[in-house]
């Protein structure tokens, strides 16, 4: 079956960086996507990556590793409004996203 | 004004009605998709459309029925409401072009079957 996890929950400092990880294991791969859900709101897109790597936009990184079935998000200079869950989705070989849970991320003063 | 709109963006039913909720989109995009989301599961596909004539089933369509009226379009039913059906349903677009494929959201539908 197709599988991607990422951890339910983390929390990190105002400031300080975070890294949120996601491993998949899907049939195909075309695409790693992130995106933001703030509670109670749509997910808004954050990053995509298909070519392992590090892509790196403002204080987001997403970085990929398609050998390792791995991908992390890198948060750097953590605002309150960071507050979120942090979903990774992947597109399979039939370009359909499958859906990790999502990371909660808890930003403390 | 929203890309993707949503209606109603709450409702309360009672088990056995039949309940609808609306997509529209001003994207021009192709593609729709509807997701309901449950607290600690990830986005699960209902239905997808590539375009009017293309609908198809996704991971969770038992219940559920769609129309696509018209290319901006998505209508989502629920037959005879179930109390497991209480969620939060979301409607999304993508232009199918290139390979970024984004999904862009409608602020969702919070759904309660009581």
């Known amino acids: 079956g197709q599988n991607i996890d990422q951890p339910t929950e983390m929390t990190a400092t105002e400031g300080a960086i975070v890294q949120i990880n996601c491993t998949y294991q899907?049939?195909?791969?075309?695409?790693l996507f992130w995106y933001q859900q703030h509670a109670g709101e749509a997910p808004t897109f954050l990053s995509y990556?298909?070519l392992d790597g590090l892509e790196e936009k403002g204080r987001f990184s997403s970085f990929l590793s398609r050998s390792k079935g791995y991908s992390y998000l890198l948060l750097k200079e953590l605002q309150m409004k960071d507050s979120a869950s942090y979903l990774c989705?992947?597109?399979?070989?039939?370009?359909?996203?499958?859906w990790g849970a999502g990371t909660k991320l808890i930003i403390k003063p | 004004d929203a890309d993707v709109t949503q209606t109603p963006r709450n409702r309360i039913t009672k088990t056995g009605k039949r309940i609808m909720l609306e997509c529209s989109q001003t994207k021009g995009h192709d593609r729709m998709y509807w997701y309901r989301q449950d607290p600690g599961l990830g986005l699960r596909l209902i239905y997808y459309?590539?375009?009017?004539?293309?609908?198809n089933k996704g991971e969770i369509s038992d219940g559920y029925s769609v129309s696509r009226q018209a290319q901006a379009k998505f209508s989502l039913s629920l037959e005879s409401a179930i109390p497991n059906q209480t969620a939060l349903y979301f409607c999304?677009?993508?232009?199918?072009?290139?390979?970024?494929?984004?999904?862009?959201f409608g602020p969702g539908t919070r759904l309660t079957v009581l």
């Open positions: 990556n298909v």
């Open positions: 999304a677009t993508t232009s199918g072009q290139g390979d970024t494929d984004t999904q862009y």
């Open positions: 899907t049939s195909g791969f075309n695409g």
């Open positions: 989705a992947v597109l399979d070989s039939n370009y359909q996203l499958i």
């Open positions: 459309s590539f375009d009017v004539k293309d609908i």
